[in-house]
């Protein structure tokens, strides 16, 4: 164990980056191009040919020191580094070097059939008569037009994604030529993780995500902010309600709130609205905002709600959006990551008989009336409903604590 830290350490010292740009180095093997270079200290430099693959690059380079370092400890840092540079310098080296979403899972060739996989599932979900082909060529068009700072092909590509509705196999196909075209983007890793995940490919999801962490895109792989990630703010799944005081004077108000919430529904079957990411199957998953982040409160809704705004009042806490979110026996709201890590999530549970139970990170935990959750919902989550009735809640986000106050702006 000890010589093994010794060697890893050691390992680390040795390697110390250094890029060269292609060009002006003409000592190149015959008349290739150097596309970049890592020197390692005390060894010979690696070099990555215009037209190499990373990957086996590396994979040689730590065969041939295995009498040094271990193989295993000289790869993982040399594909850290290695993806960590070619995702940041990307748009000067991704069309000199033959790279694959492999780089960014951990090297290991990446095959996905297309049509193996419709033969290993029902056809009834994927959409049979649909052109997957147009459909993915329209949304990548909407985000190469985004990446060259076009607001309208961003909020187009992200209509569109939600009325497409994508099966898992055209999430998958997407966002692995997502993933080519801007790898260092916060959603576009995500959700190919997620389609990985979908389509019972988990490990390669979780190698992906590792190696997000590795090139600093997250801090840990089970959280991940799919728009803004603040580095630096205590970061867990779970918090305790203790640490928020105001909570109690929430919970003391939950039967108020209740109360009127089931007596607006009684009037008004239909206030709800449905969810519009496509981010459950089963079920149902419907809301209704009382305010949206970065808009003020809607009227309309707290003239409804006058007892529950009340009691939210009384807390003397700024809330950074308010909404009741319903939920129905059958519901499985798959994984999945909020936008930021700025904000925490508190749920006030008003109506649950049981049956149902949500994952942040990786522990499990259920609802009970008149009490409150609070968790943050940039962690990985999911739910999954298999009782007999509804369950409501309202849910209430909140600043994290230790986020600046010159920093409580909406994006
Ligand atoms: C599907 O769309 C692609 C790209 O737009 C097109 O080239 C192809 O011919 C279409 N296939 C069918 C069957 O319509």
Redesign the pocket.
Known sequence: MCFCWLVMKAAELFIVLILLFAGSNSDAKKDKQIAFTIAVQGQDDIQFYEGDDPCKVIKKYCKGLTRLFPYEKCFELLHAKTSTQIGQLWSSLHQKLKINEGLFIKCDPFRFDAKEYIKSVDRAHLGTTR?????I??LLNHLKKAMQKDERALALFNTRRNQLELSDLEKVLLYRKALLLIPTNLFVVDQFGLALIFVDREEEARALFANAVVRGLWGNPLQRPVSKYVKGLTAKPWHDKKDYPFIAKLEAGADEVKKELLHNLKQKRHMFTGETENLHVGGEWTELRIKSSGHGMIKKHTDLFSNTMKVIEGCGEEFVSIKFSAIQPGTHIRTHTGPSNERLRLHLTLVHTGGARIRVGTEWRTWEEGKAIIFDDSWEHEVIHTGEDMRVVLIMDIWHPELPPESRVVH
Request: hydrophobic fraction near 30%; charge should be negative; aromatic fraction near 0%.
């Open positions: 052109n997957s082909t147009a459909v060529h329209e």
